[in-house]
């Protein structure tokens, strides 16, 4: 079965500073993994996804995510974070069925501080 | 753009009530889930149709039913709410072979 841990529950950085948000997948073909993110009181956003092809993946409001199938890894990063990104993330895989049942982690809450 | 949509944002109910969440979309996807999402536990799957009267299971279907006798609607029945089931429900949608999926905006549910 496919499963997805995100290690961090809550992350806190200044405006400005960098940032990386890490996803461990199980799966035991190739996957397919997602980065949503919820703004508080939302319904979930597509921030970006990968299939195949170039392992690093470029998504909306200057998100990218490495897909490392050495490390069973999906991280995100975003080089300067804005308060606006204050949100919570999810990371989710499929297993690449034709009905996209989408397995996902625990959620990173990110905090912003000005 | 994809358009899914919930029929309330905000619901309290009584334990032992029947409850229902309502939830359209109106891109014709063939695949349409219901979520749960409590803190700490991220979204967890309740059950999914990909196509009109088909129905599976997911990861925690007691104590919930569904219904979609149109493609466009997808229904979560509560038969009999307990406290336990206060939580975030969220719908979505992709279409067929495509593992995209699309939100509503989720119904925060309370059971007294």
């Known amino acids: 079965a496919q499963s997805v841990t995100q290690p961090d529950i809550h992350i806190t950085v200044s405006e400005g500073a960098s940032l990386e948000l890490r996803c461990n997948y199980s799966?035991?073909?190739?996957?397919?993994l997602f980065w949503y993110v919820q703004s508080p009181g939302q319904g979930l956003q597509l921030l970006l996804k990968?299939?195949?092809?170039?392992?690093l993946v470029q998504g909306i409001k200057g998100f990218e995510a490495e897909f490392k199938r050495s490390q069973s890894s999906f991280n995100l990063r975003k080089p300067s974070v804005h308060w606006s990104d204050a949100a919570e993330y999810f990371c989710?895989?499929?297993?690449?069925?034709?009905?996209?049942?989408?397995?996902f982690g625990q959620g990173t809450i990110l905090t912003v501080h000005p | 753009d994809v358009k899914v949509t919930q029929s309330s944002r905000y619901l309290v109910k009584r334990t032992g009530e029947k409850v229902f969440l309502e939830c359209v979309q109106d891109?014709?996807?063939?695949?349409m889930f219901w979520y749960r999402q409590d803190p700490g536990l991220g979204l967890r799957l309740i059950y999914f149709?990909?196509?009109?009267?088909?129905?599976e299971k997911g990861d925690i279907p007691e104590g919930y039913s569904v219904s979609r006798e149109k493609k466009e609607r997808f229904s979560l029945i509560l038969e009999s709410a307990s406290t336990n089931q206060t939580s975030m429900y969220l719908c979505?949608?992709?279409?067929?072979?495509?593992?995209?999926?699309?939100f509503g905006p989720g119904t925060r549910l309370l059971v007294l």
């Open positions: 990968y299939f195949s092809g170039d392992t």
């Open positions: 149709s990909y196509d009109v009267k088909m129905k």
């Open positions: 979505a949608s992709s279409p067929p072979g495509q593992e995209t999926q699309y």
């Open positions: 891109m014709d996807h063939e695949n």
């Open positions: 799966y035991g073909a190739t996957p397919y």
């Open positions: 989710a895989v499929a297993g690449g069925t034709s009905y996209g049942k989408l397995t």
